[in-house]
């Protein structure tokens, strides 16, 4: 099965990809307000900011390790927390931080970040591996690096 990922030299893509990362990064790092902001610093329109957002991830080079941070919905059992985790590890995910909210109407919103350097397969496999956990409502990633 061939990935949904794929890696390309930007030089080949539309401008509005690598703005959409630009805009992303000052929204990160606090520059900007607001999306309307972002958008309007980099020249691209609030609609193709969000058209393409959770798209397109920028790629740090030369580190050895890639990140990535998932955000899941599961619902509040007992264990499964840990058996996502068991999950990870047996794919070769190294876990660097978990944020957990309350469950509230039976279900806990989790947003992991994990060093996916060592993961065997690509990480569309990994994300599969995840929804099919019993409890499991909604697991998306994302960000990449």
């Known amino acids: 099965m061939l990935s949904k990922y794929l890696l390309v030299d930007k030089a080949i893509l539309p401008e509005y990809y690598e703005k959409v990362i630009e805009a992303k990064a000052l929204l990160s790092s606090g520059a900007v307000k607001d999306v309307s902001e972002a958008s309007k610093a980099v020249g691209i329109s609030r609609s193709t900011y969000y058209k393409y957002k959770d798209y397109v991830f920028p790629i ?12 899941m919905t599961l619902s509040h059992k007992a264990g499964l927390l840990g058996e996502v985790l068991g999950e990870l590890s047996t794919q070769g995910a190294n876990i660097l931080t978990i944020n957990q909210n309350p469950p509230i109407n039976s279900r806990a919103h989790v947003v992991l970040s994990m060093d996916i350097s060592k993961v065997v397969g ?6 599969k591996s995840l929804a099919e956990i ?10 990449i690096e």
């Open 60 to 71: 740090s080079e030369g580190t050895g390790e890639r990140r990535a941070v998932v955000s």
């Open 122 to 127: 690509d990480s569309e496999g990994l994300i």
């Open 134 to 143: 019993s409890g499991v409502f909604h697991v998306k990633l994302i960000a």
